[in-house]
């Protein structure tokens, strides 16, 4: 995979905090400089009180778009099964366009649980979620090419997930990024699937970036090895009740002193 420049994503999880302190906190990101701010596409807190405070994805991504001027945003990721495709597809390019062109539509094919059985949403199996992802993707492709206005660009598409039958295979086809978990040896195993599936897709793999999520209490030292096997876009998961930027602050002076 091709090396690019390191990129510092934070994920503001939605949960624990009351609106205005996730707004403050995402406009002291961007002011820090941190690349791409996400959030998550859930209902619930995943953990502490999981009854807990917590805010809806979509909505406050709109309202990002105008409160920020710089940073990209996105969920990472958005559940495929709580939205029609070709609705998801159009708010993608409403938030695309509030943000001037600032919008990575990250998905996924679902896996909370809770989620589903509190809003309605039917479950399945794993293999069946991720078959809905696969309908979906070209689903939502289509809608953007049908969209008056279109997009400003064409928004990056970042799919979440390790699975390497059908998750790599549906990076390989359509993601622009593929956000992946685990550590550097279980990174070069899938990385390798990976390049088979882009090889039978006829893509060339070095058009996707490689991203991983890192913990937020871990030394950005610990993440050379995620490096090494390509990662440029690395992502720091930070909650409520009072979000502490101060892990983040070390991660972007090891981007700048990577990026040197």
């Known amino acids: 995979m091709t090396h690019r420049p390191v990129r510092i994503g934070l994920q503001l999880q939605p949960q624990h905090a009351d609106y205005p302190t996730i707004r403050r906190t995402a406009a002291e990101a961007e002011e820090l400089g941190v690349d791409v ?5 859930h209902f619930y807190p995943l953990y ?23 940073v990209q945003i996105g969920a990472l990721v958005t559940c495929n099964s709580y939205r029609n495709p070709e ?3 159009d708010m993608a390019r409403t938030v695309d366009h509030i943000s001037d062109g600032r919008l990575i539509l990250g998905i996924g094919s679902g896996w909370f649980e ?20 696969a ?50 040896e279980t990174l070069r195993h899938k990385l390798g699937v990976l390049r088979q599936h882009c090889a039978d897709a006829g893509r ?22 995620l490096r090494e096997q390509g990662v440029s876009l690395f992502t720091l998961g930070i909650g409520g009740p009072k979000p502490d930027l101060a892990p983040l602050r070390d991660w972007l002076a090891w981007r700048d002193e990577q990026n040197a």
């Open 37 to 41: 701010l996400f959030n998550w596409d």
């Open 48 to 70: 502490g009180d999981p009854d807990g405070p917590h805010f809806e994805c979509w909505t406050m991504l709109g309202a990002w778009a105008e409160a920020t001027s710089r």
């Open 87 to 89: 609705l998801l597809a």
């Open 204 to 225: 060339d793999p070095g058009e996707i970036e490689i991203s991983s999520g890192v913990q937020a209490d871990s030394k950005p030292e610990a993440a050379a090895g």
């Open 114 to 133: 809770k989620d589903y059985q509190e809003y309605g949403y039917e479950f399945g199996t794993a293999g069946g979620r991720l078959d809905a992802l």
């Open 135 to 184: 309908e979906a993707l070209p689903r939502i492709e289509t809608r953007l090419g049908k969209l008056n206005p279109p997009p400003t660009r064409d928004i990056p598409v970042l799919i979440g997930g390790g699975g390497e039958k059908k998750t790599l295979r549906l990076v390989a086809k359509h993601a622009d990024i593929w956000h992946s978990f685990g550590d550097a």
